[in-house]
């Protein structure tokens, strides 16, 4: 579904926060849909967005204006709940990536339990499949979580990298970046598409961007921070050149 690039890894932009900043006074702006515009044009790959069941950040008028105006791929992070499942249906994004959600927590804290929840997933993945919408599951680096997401019929999985970014020793990190590995060659392996996320910056990028199987990375929170201080579009290219290691 992914298509490589000057190098094997896109890069796709989570403007989530752009939202959570103009939800926390109520006004138009800052925009999210003018945001992914300079992210385009700032070359990356995609645009991402989670419109969440308590809509803290994205709203349904972002997702709407989103999908027409999007130029490359749009990702709809998602809830599998039957609410969730009918707004893909109508607003039908690129990819919809199924993720686990609770209300109180600040973001996406862990991967999807696909194992134990295939039956019902199995049904959510035929649904958007049938729809023609690419199906992806965001799970933690977990050999079983990735044979179960094949078992649904998933398109993709995202793998969870959060551990690996937080990690607060180099051994630690190394544990789980072979996690990450070892996850992403398993599912290449089953033919399904291979994309990571969650905590990774400019910092900590490269080595999963340089994973063989990982054809793409879902960054948002270091990028919009980033662009506070310097705009969207050059915090869109820097992170380009850290992908590839230059400084």
Request: charged residues 30%; contains cysteine.
């Amino acid at each position: 579904m992914f298509q490589s690039g000057g190098s094997h890894t896109r890069l796709g932009v989570n403007v989530d926060h752009v939202a959570t900043v103009r939800q926390a006074r109520g006004t138009r702006s800052p925009d999210p849909v003018e945001a992914a515009f300079l992210a385009e044009a700032g070359g990356c790959d995609g645009i991402t967005i989670h419109l969440r069941e308590d809509r803290r950040h994205i709203q349904e008028r972002d997702l709407a204006i989103l999908r027409r105006t999007v130029k490359t791929r749009l990702n709809l992070e998602m809830a599998a709940t039957q609410e969730m499942v009918k707004t893909a249906l109508d607003v039908k994004p690129d990819v919809a990536t199924l993720v686990p959600e609770r209300r109180e927590e600040l973001t996406t804290e862990g991967g999807l339990e696909v194992a134990m929840n295939m039956e019902y997933l199995k049904k959510v993945v035929r649904l958007l499949k049938d729809a023609e919408i690419g199906t992806s599951l965001f799970i933690d680096p977990d050999i079983e979580q990735v044979k179960a997401s094949h078992r649904v019929g998933a398109d993709i999985v995202e793998i969870h990298t959060g551990k690996f970014a937080d990690a607060k020793t180099q051994e630690e990190a190394a544990r789980e970046f072979d996690r990450i590995v070892n996850a992403a060659k398993v599912a290449h392996k089953l033919g399904m598409e291979v994309a990571a996320g969650h905590g990774l910056d400019y910092r900590n990028v490269k080595p999963v961007s340089d994973i063989p199987e990982v054809r793409e990375v879902n960054i948002g929170h270091s990028i919009i921070g980033r662009a506070v201080l310097v705009g969207m579009e050059r915090a869109v290219r820097e992170m380009r050149m850290a992908m590839k290691g230059l400084p």
